[in-house]
C-alpha cells in the first residue's frame, strides 16, 4: 500500500513537472516575441530621433534664411512690435523664442 502511494505521488510530480515545462516553453516564446518587439521598437525610435534631429535643423536654416531675407530686404516696412519665431533647438524639447530683426 505504501508503495502504492508513493507510485500515485511519483505520478502526481511527473504531471505537474510536465505542466510546468510547458509553461517555461511558453513564458520563452513570449519572451523571444517580447525582445523582437522590443527591438523594433528601439529601432523605430532611433529612426524617430534621426528625422526629429533632421527636421529641427531644416527648421533652423529655414529660420535663419528668413532672418538673412529680412536684413537684406530693401523694403522697410514699420512696425509697432517685433515678430517672434518659436523653434526647437536639436537636442533640446523645450521650444525656445527667437525675435527677428527689427526693420
Known sequence: EKNLKLEEKITMLQQQNE?????I?????ITRQLSEENANLQEYVEKEMEEKK???????E???KLQEEDAA???KLQS???TS???CSSGNSSPA???TLRQ
Open 19 to 23: 505542466e510546468l515545462r510547458a509553461r
Open 25 to 29: 516553453e511558453q513564458n520563452t516564446v
Open 54 to 60: 533632421k527636421l529641427s535643423k531644416t527648421n533652423e
Open 62 to 64: 529655414l529660420l535663419w
Open 73 to 75: 530686404s530693401p523694403v
Open 80 to 82: 509697432t512690435s517685433s
Open 85 to 87: 519665431f518659436y523653434r
Open 97 to 99: 523664442k527667437v525675435r
